[in-house]
């Protein structure tokens, strides 16, 4: 289709630009006299409606960028105007001359607005990675004594009605919650039309404790052993269960119904700890769910989940992906790591940093970020010192592969039980054919 668009535009409007006439300074002059005219379309930018507040002096300011991104789009467009010209010109509206300005100044705004639009997208774009770096969990942490702010996604979808997005924005002032992205698809027309509505938020209310890679892995290993204790003592399976397809943060609900008799006193405060942060958060969680469903009325479907903007496993998932790893936690996998980190450290020192790793991986073609490095390096480094020795990046690579290798099983199991279901669905519905022709 775009190829069509293409041939159809050179076909009928490209061949009718007047190219020689561009020289005359009568051209030249009512041409950009008449672009200005496209500066017309830039008042609709007073139109965008206001999704978020922002803070007095805020370096990242998204209401800015609607507003100016969305007036600028607006001038962008100019096939239409060829079509109206030549037809003005073929029923002698004005001369040859006035035709080539008109050309002159639509051909300006098709070629320089699109320019100015994509370079302002840039900027925003910048300015908004720049204010998810102010962001970045192991930062704040460092501030704070290993404590960070809670961040949600909240995901909601709903009939759409006037005053939506402002609703939106008064129940998010209100939670105290602080919009960090957001986006926003409308799926059909009218009065039938539903919006589905996508917050990445930081909770100013509530802070909960970063644990570290070696934290998170001591974590997993007393659940295990509480799990495995727990099955030889005859606890609930059901128990068992729920347990099994949590987080390494079990709840007080669940971890109530293991045995922790095996485990060392400083494992069960580990994870004892570990239960009453993820209470709070799955309280937290229900009052926005049930705030936000409730403000929005009938129809509406709202969850809330924990968002990590900075996931320390993500510098690790691209280099997995460069090298072909797969998923799981083979000698073989583990070795490819380990090779990437010796060609890392170049000086056989033992050791890297992060501007070293960053570089390093930059150089091999990897599309990663500083602050992804930063996030990857302050997990593992537990002394502060700002450097992760060999073993530690193997330990944390072991880690790493068991969690990707758990979470493909649990993605396969997943998709068996829903094959199942849909099997078990079919010939439900095909019973019931049977039993009407009976």
């Given at each position: 289709m775009t190829w069509l668009l293409r041939v159809f535009f050179s076909a009928s409007i490209g061949f009718q630009i007047p190219v020689k006439q561009f020289g005359d300074p009568f051209v030249i002059g009512w041409g950009f006299i008449l672009y200005l005219c496209v500066a017309a379309k830039l008042p609709l930018a007073l139109y965008v409606p206001q999704f978020e507040d922002v803070k007095k002096g805020a370096s990242y300011n998204p209401f800015l960028r609607d507003r100016i991104i969305t007036a600028l789009a607006m001038t962008c467009r100019g096939e239409f105007s060829f079509i109206i010209a030549a037809f003005a010109l073929g029923e002698g509206l004005f001369n040859a001359k006035m035709y080539a300005a008109i050309v002159w100044a639509v051909l300006l705004s098709c070629i320089s607005s699109p320019f100015m639009l994509l370079n302002l997208i840039k900027y925003f774009n910048k300015k908004q990675l720049d204010y998810l770096a102010s962001t970045n969990p192991v930062k704040m942490a460092k501030d704070s004594d290993g404590d960070t702010p809670l961040f949600l996604h909240i995901k909601a979808r709903a009939p759409a009605f006037g005053g939506m997005q402002e609703k939106f924005r008064k129940i998010v002032n209100e939670l105290g919650l602080e919009v960090v992205q957001r986006r926003t698809n409308r799926d059909g027309r009218g009065l039938n039309a539903t919006v589905q509505t996508d917050l990445y938020v930081r909770d100013t209310t509530m802070t909960v404790k970063l644990q570290k890679?070696?934290?998170?892995?001591?974590?997993?290993?007393?659940?295990?052993?509480?799990?495995?204790?727990?099955?030889?003592?005859?606890?609930?399976?059901?128990?068992?269960?729920?347990?099994?397809?949590?987080?390494?943060?079990?709840?007080?609900?669940?971890?109530?119904?293991?045995?922790?008799?095996?485990?060392?006193?400083?494992?069960?405060?580990?994870?004892?700890?570990?239960?009453?942060?993820?209470?709070?958060?799955?309280?937290?969680?229900?009052?926005?769910?049930?705030?936000?469903?409730?403000?929005?009325?009938?129809?509406?479907?709202?969850?809330?989940?924990?968002?990590?903007?900075?996931?320390?496993?993500?510098?690790?998932?691209?280099?997995?992906?460069?090298?072909?790893?797969?998923?799981?936690?083979?000698?073989?996998?583990?070795?490819?790591?380990?090779?990437?980190?010796?060609?890392?450290?170049?000086?056989?020192?033992?050791?890297?940093?992060?501007?070293?790793?960053?570089?390093?991986?930059?150089?091999?073609?990897?599309?990663?970020?500083?602050?992804?490095?930063?996030?990857?390096?302050?997990?593992?480094?537990?002394?502060?010192?700002?450097?992760?020795?060999?073993?530690?990046?193997?330990?944390?690579?072991?880690?790493?592969?068991?969690?990707k290798e758990e979470e493909f099983e649990m993605s396969q199991q997943q998709g068996k039980q829903s094959i199942m279901q849909d099997l078990g669905a079919k010939k439900l519905e095909q019973l019931g054919k049977l039993g009407d022709d009976a």
């Open positions: 890679i070696a934290a998170q892995k001591k974590i997993k290993r007393a659940l295990a052993s509480a799990i495995e204790s727990s099955e030889t003592e005859g606890a609930p399976s059901r128990a068992l269960s729920l347990v099994k397809q949590g987080s390494i943060r079990p709840s007080s609900g669940n971890l109530s119904q293991l045995s922790l008799k095996s485990l060392e006193k400083d494992e069960k405060e580990m994870l004892e700890r570990a239960a009453e942060d993820e209470d709070a958060i799955i309280k937290r969680g229900d009052i926005v769910e049930k705030t936000i469903e409730k403000a929005l009325g009938d129809g509406a479907d709202v969850t809330v989940d924990v968002w990590n903007p900075w996931p320390w496993t993500d510098v690790l998932d691209k280099i997995g992906a460069n090298y072909g790893v797969a998923n799981n936690a083979s000698k073989e996998n583990v070795d490819i790591f380990v090779a990437v980190f010796d060609k890392i450290d170049s000086d056989g020192g033992g050791s890297i940093d992060q501007d070293e790793m960053y570089q390093a991986l930059v150089d091999a073609g990897l599309d990663i970020t500083e602050e992804g490095v930063l996030t990857l390096v302050s997990m593992i480094d537990e002394d502060g010192d700002g450097d992760i020795d060999r073993e530690e990046w193997r330990k944390t690579v072991e880690f790493y592969l068991e969690l």
